[in-house]
């Protein structure tokens, strides 16, 4: 259980940090480029990020 509730935690933490940083080069991105031109390159890297993470998913096997 505490090893579970470790991974869980990493897997939180990594996907905060991810998120912050979208939102800091969101911003950064939406002053030299029109905001909805920003919104469309995360909703992009968004559908990329996803299917990368279906592999890594499929790859790694259930806690049990």
């Known amino acids: 259980d505490a090893q579970a509730g470790a991974l869980a935690k990493k897997s939180f933490d990594l ?11 969101f911003k950064k991105f939406s002053r030299v480029v029109p905001a909805k031109k920003a919104a469309q390159f ?23």
């Open 42 to 64: 995360f909703q992009i890297e968004n559908q990329i990020n996803a299917a990368l993470d279906l592999q890594v998913a499929a790859s790694i096997p259930l806690i049990k």
């Open 15 to 25: 996907e905060e940090k991810r998120t912050d940083l979208k939102r800091k080069y």
